[in-house]
């Protein structure tokens, strides 16, 4: 989980504790590892002593020519370059002009063979070399084609007159500012490795996990872009990560042919849901999907209309906020109650404060009579939450909008605001909002720490996306109009 997250998580954890006292816990998934295959090497990305590429970038008309080591094959999507141990070391995605060696470390997606027992990143020749298609042979009787298809996909097709084992090894580097390691793409830097089987599965990348399934694709990602190898049929697999950042899979029996892709691709859930194999649940809503992605629809519908994403969540949230109204009204009636009587509360204290069990009763008749609800202010709160995370995890995880302005200082909505203006504009507006919720706590201390409680949720979001603050800012508004307009008719 990056740090933005777990700050989210705490946040919304803390306030748990001080506003209901309770947490959840969550139990590990079991993972196992399947017996009875060998895998010799499997803790490292061990390269066979291969000679170093020492041909460029081959000409984009058809050619016959001396074997190559090394070659770039491209359309008007992507460009690849590949080496002879059919590893991408370097490209372009030509949309963005997103260099794909500030993805990953060079050299980390390789595939390798069960030959002689053991396995091996066999040395491959490339011959017949056009633009976007290649021939490949091996001295070991492993052949090939590799091809880019016209959605962006690296197409591989190997062959042997023997069985052959394989193994694919995508490796990470831990180093956030070494080359390769976790560099910034548009605002993000979490790294994580996924598989797709009946749903998608996250593995992090200094995790130590293992099992088997039934995969269509493997992938290594960042918050923004993906890696991803794509399995012709569905293909039951040995997986296996590591401390040292290595994702393994590797196939438990034999073969004569192997069928596969590899693509590289900004993560736009259209896009990914255009290109199949289910692609798009690679974008991770986690949970709260049910709820993201009609937000992120929303958004999108209301950016076609007003081409600003920063007039779409404030259009959204008010959207939400009177469909939610219904809900909350009830709610907010209670709270109205529970003001009026407050004068009636602070009473029952005085005159029984030295019998707790007494004043307990006789508040609670209080309540009763009048037809409060000291819990009802909850309600929103709890209402609140899941749209919360919903809109965070599409925030945080829509590269739609990187780089995306909204006005002024805000020049992307998925970083920080830079001033600091919206995180405070966020703690003023909670404080107002705490006025207007009447308080059932007599401890000074928890009086002081509801107090702070705004402060504390305003240092939380100082890091994380504007876009995120600005829902909040625009919610928290929203909901004290509401709260304002129910006080006037009951």
Not at 149 to 158: A, F, M
Not at 237 to 263: C, H, M, W
Not at 299 to 328: A, K, V
């Amino acid at each position: 989980m990056a740090q933005d997250q777990k700050r989210a998580l705490l946040a919304v954890v803390l306030s748990g504790l001080i506003l209901f006292g309770w947490q959840y816990f969550f139990a590990p998934p079991q993972t196992y590892e399947t017996a009875n295959s060998t895998d010799t090497n499997v803790e490292t990305n061990t390269k066979s002593s291969a000679q170093k590429p020492n041909t460029g970038t081959v000409s984009q008309s058809t050619q016959k020519q001396a074997p190559l080591s090394e070659i770039t094959l491209e359309n008007n999507l992507n460009s690849y370059t590949i080496d002879s141990q059919l590893s991408v070391v370097d490209g372009t995605y030509k949309e963005t002009g997103t260099k794909f060696q500030n993805f990953f470390t060079t050299k980390n997606n390789t595939v390798q063979f069960l030959l002689n027992g053991e396995y091996e990143a066999i040395n491959f020749e490339f011959i017949n070399v056009e633009k976007d298609r290649a021939e490949f042979q091996s001295a070991v009787g492993l052949s090939g084609i590799v091809t880019v298809n016209d959605k962006g996909y690296l197409e591989y097709s190997i062959s042997s007159s023997k069985p052959f084992g394989y193994k694919f090894v995508f490796t990470e580097s831990i180093d956030e500012d070494g080359p390769g390691g976790l560099m910034a793409m548009g605002g993000a830097v979490q790294k994580q490795f996924g598989y797709y089987s009946d749903e998608f599965n996250t593995l992090g990348l200094e995790s130590d996990e293992r099992g088997d399934a039934t995969l269509r694709y493997a992938n290594v990602e960042n918050d923004y872009h993906l890696f991803a190898n794509v399995f012709k049929d569905k293909k039951l697999l040995v997986y296996k990560t590591n401390e040292a950042g290595s994702f393994i899979l590797r196939s438990p029996e034999k073969t004569l042919n192997l069928d596969f892709q590899q693509i590289f691709v900004r993560k736009e859930y259209d896009h990914l849901g255009a290109l199949g194999n289910n692609l798009q649940q690679s974008i991770d809503f986690g949970i709260w999907a049910v709820i993201a992605v009609p937000i992120l629809r929303g958004l999108q519908f209301f950016y076609s209309i007003f081409p600003n994403y920063g007039i779409s969540i404030i259009l959204l949230t008010i959207i939400i906020r009177m469909l939610t109204f219904p809900l909350q009204y009830k709610s907010f009636k209670s709270m109205k109650k529970m003001q009026e009587i407050q004068p009636d509360l602070t009473k029952l204290r005085e005159k029984y404060k030295d019998n707790p069990q007494k004043m307990q009763q006789e508040t609670m008749a209080l309540f009763k009579r009048a037809g409060a609800n000291p819990l009802g202010g909850c309600l929103p709160m709890l209402l609140q939450m899941p749209v919360f995370f919903a809109f965070y995890r599409v925030l945080y995880s829509s590269v739609e909008l990187v780089d995306a302005p909204f006005y002024f200082w805000i020049q992307d909505l998925s970083e920080k605001d830079p001033y600091y203006v919206l995180p405070v504009l966020m703690g003023l507006a909670m404080v107002l909002n705490q006025k207007l919720m009447p308080s059932t706590v007599s401890d000074p201390m928890q009086k002081k720490v509801m107090l702070f409680m705004p402060l504390i949720f305003a240092i939380f979001m100082k890091d994380f996306p504007a876009g995120l603050t600005l829902y909040i800012v625009v919610s928290t508004i929203m909901g004290m109009a509401q709260q304002l307009y129910v006080y006037k008719r009951v």
